[in-house]
């Protein structure tokens, strides 16, 4: 029997087409909103996770300069970090160890071909040889690691080894770094993160041809197992705060965790959802408006037709049913239209943050979310209808006829 | 002896209009017999149309009752009134009053809906009733795709869908010309000879009425007895307008 009254409404939706259309607009924009939002802030929180998971979690990087912007700011970002910084950071309690390289972009040479390379200048003492190894700070490929007595050699990232140089930089050539020649003793592994373009050198040679005595361009803290990476990060910074003799909120420094990171893009996605979720929450409402509105026209226009039905026998129950089941209807054609576009919404920002940033986001419609947007849509525009069918159902039959 | 399917007992309608109580009907009694053809005939505004929705269960009466089958239809709630209207009653209207989305076949499968027949069965009930009443190429058509006649005959059919005892018609013939007014009159005579259906019929036409076996006459929301004064009335409802003037000339 339901069949027959979906069949009926589908008729008095399609009778008047173009307000259909109009109508279903209001519901569309919504479900379009609130669907390209679900599965696009799930693809990004995802992607994102996935990013920090690879970084891993018990780290804490400490660069020098504060926030970029505020009164302070000019003085802050000339702010530099030397060695005694370093130090501090390896003191502070549940640090695991503390490395601070010097990092510049240098000139490399290879077979008559010059290129800009970042370059990493790391401490190759053995216990910083042990961190860089153990968290997979370098991770060879080919060759070997640093030893602490190594002095101007070179790892090779990735893609510096590959794709920078027309020919291949394998393992044993020579190549000039700031017309110094360093003989490659090792290429890293595919990464997928910025390690693919960064080469790294001993950190007393750095100096050397960076003609650099003191400084460290950032700390990098590992955290003992055990202890939480965010109150670690915090007592780094008061311990340098104290070493630095800055006052709290002035820092000329910046402590991240790429828990940290994650919580403060967590925190942005947050806020882009909540003002989404407004304007879809707002689209909806009037939505639902628009489809009580064409309820109520299409009541009064048909009211005579009303008055035939209820004298073929229709109960008051089925009248009700009737328009109940239209402004449904009406809410689940919009349902169906906002589930798609909501959807491909979200592959074509899923492929423009492959394109722009290289960051996968994986976007997926779930079977419950597809079964719980069209079950939405069509509960909303039967609420929207409630009023208006209860108009209908209530009409006088002679009245009704009288039209 | 045949028992009276519809029996109206000191039936009042009385409508309240704004400060002054209108009274349509004033103490009715009526009597008609299963498979009667009766018609009921006045002037407009004499109270006939009302009397009509009180005999179809669209109404209830202000005093008195209603009996159906010899069951007083004044205590019964909307849904039941609907039910009696679906199974029992069968209209037939003078602007067919078709719904003009569906086809004719879907029109007159609409009551059958709402009194929960089976989609086959109703299918092949709408069928057979509309090959009967000649409409077999016409089955699929809208209503603005038929002439008034074809329309008047899927409303007879509709009518019929439900199998009811009574068919209701009113002013069956007057929105129609007068060849296709008497086809459609002789199908209803076939309904009440064929089919066994009490009919009951409101015109103020003579030549309409003449077809029914009992005649009442209704005049001011009373059943009218002095036949001449009757004829009179009757005369001047039908060949002039309210304000006295012959009728036709205009339109």
């Keep these: 029997m339901i069949a027959d009254y979906f069949r009926l409404a589908f008729k008095g939706i399609a009778r008047r087409r173009v307000r259909s259309w109009l109508t279903l607009i209001g519901i569309f924009i919504g479900i379009t909103a609130v669907v390209s939002l679900i599965t696009l802030s799930q693809g990004m929180q995802d992607a994102i996770t996935e990013q920090f998971s690879k970084l891993g979690s018990n780290r804490v990087m400490i660069t020098p300069g504060g926030k970029s912007f505020g009164p302070t700011a000019g003085a802050v970002m000339t702010a530099k970090f030397d060695d005694d910084d370093a130090d501090t950071v390896r003191r502070v309690k549940g640090v695991d160890d503390a490395l601070g390289p010097l990092i510049r972009t240098a000139s490399v040479e290879f077979r008559g071909e010059t290129k800009a390379i970042m370059t990493f200048a790391y401490p190759t003492s053995s216990n910083a040889i042990r961190i860089l190894e153990r968290n997979g700070v370098i991770d060879i490929e080919d060759g070997r690691m640093f030893r602490p007595s190594d002095r101007y050699v070179a790892i090779l990232g990735y893609t510096n080894a590959y794709d920078d140089f027309d020919k291949e930089v394998k393992e044993g050539n020579t190549i000039k770094i700031e ?33 650099e005595k003191e400084e460290v361009s950032s700390i990098f803290a590992i955290i003992k197992p055990g202890y939480d990476t965010g109150a670690v990060a915090e007592d780094i910074k008061k311990a340098l705060r104290k070493h630095r003799n800055v006052e709290e909120g002035e820092e000329d420094f910046t402590v991240n965790s790429p828990q940290m990171l994650l919580e403060s893009v967590t925190m942005i996605t947050d806020v882009v959802k909540a003002v989404l979720i407004g304007i879809a929450a707002v689209s909806i409402l009037v939505g639902g408006i628009g489809i009580m509105n064409t ?50 919404i979200s592959m074509a920002a899923g492929k423009i943050a492959m394109d722009a940033a290289g960051i996968e986001v994986i976007v997926a419609v779930t079977p419950a979310m597809v079964i719980g947007a069209l079950a939405f849509s069509f509960v909303l525009g039967a609420l929207s209808g409630v009023f208006p069918a209860r108009k209908a159902s209530k009409l006088q039959p002679v009245e009704a006829l009288r039209r | 002896m045949k028992k009276p399917i519809i029996e109206l007992k000191d039936v009042w309608k009385i409508y309240r209009m704004g400060e002054t109580d209108v009274e349509a009907l004033k103490g009715i009694s009526i009597s008609i017999n299963e498979d009667e053809f009766a018609s009921i005939q006045g002037p407009s505004g004499s109270g006939k149309s009302t009397l009509m929705h009180l005999v179809g269960c669209l109404d209830l009466p202000t005093k008195g009752h209603v009996f159906l089958d010899g069951h007083d239809i004044s205590k019964l709630t909307e849904s039941q009134l609907a039910t009696i209207r679906g199974k029992r009653i069968g209209f037939v209207f003078q602007a067919f009053n078709l719904i003009p989305t569906l086809t004719a076949m879907e029109n007159v499968m609409l009551p059958m809906i709402f009194n929960n027949v089976s989609r086959w069965k109703r299918e092949k009930t709408a069928t057979e009733l509309l090959m009967e009443m000649g409409l077999k190429e016409r089955m699929n058509h809208k209503p603005n795709q038929l002439s008034g006649g074809e329309q008047q005959r899927v409303a007879i059919a509709r009518a019929l869908a439900n199998d009811p005892e009574v068919i209701l018609a009113d002013e069956p013939t007057g929105n129609l010309d007068s060849t296709t007014g008497k086809h459609i009159m002789d199908l209803i005579r076939h309904l009440s000879k064929e089919h066994k259906k009490t009919i009951i019929m409101v015109t103020h036409d003579p030549y309409i009425a003449s077809f029914a076996k009992k005649k009442v006459v209704i005049v001011d929301g009373k059943v009218g007895h002095d036949h001449e004064y009757l004829k009179k009335i009757l005369w001047k409802s039908n060949h002039e307008d309210k304000k006295g003037n012959p009728k036709g000339g205009k339109k």
């Design chain 1, 179 to 211: 017309d110094y020649e360093f003989k490659v003793i090792g290429i890293r592994g595919k990464s997928g993160s910025f390690q693919d373009i960064a080469m790294g050198i001993p950190l007393d040679v750095g100096r050397e041809i960076f003609d």
């Design chain 1, 295 to 344: 309820m109520y026209t299409s009541v009064a226009e048909r009211t005579k037709e009303i008055g035939i039905m209820k004298a073929t026998g229709a109960r008051n129950s089925s009248i009700m049913m009737l328009f109940l089941v239209e402004s449904g209807m009406l809410g689940l054609i919009g349902g169906v239209f906002g589930l798609a576009a909501g959807y491909g």
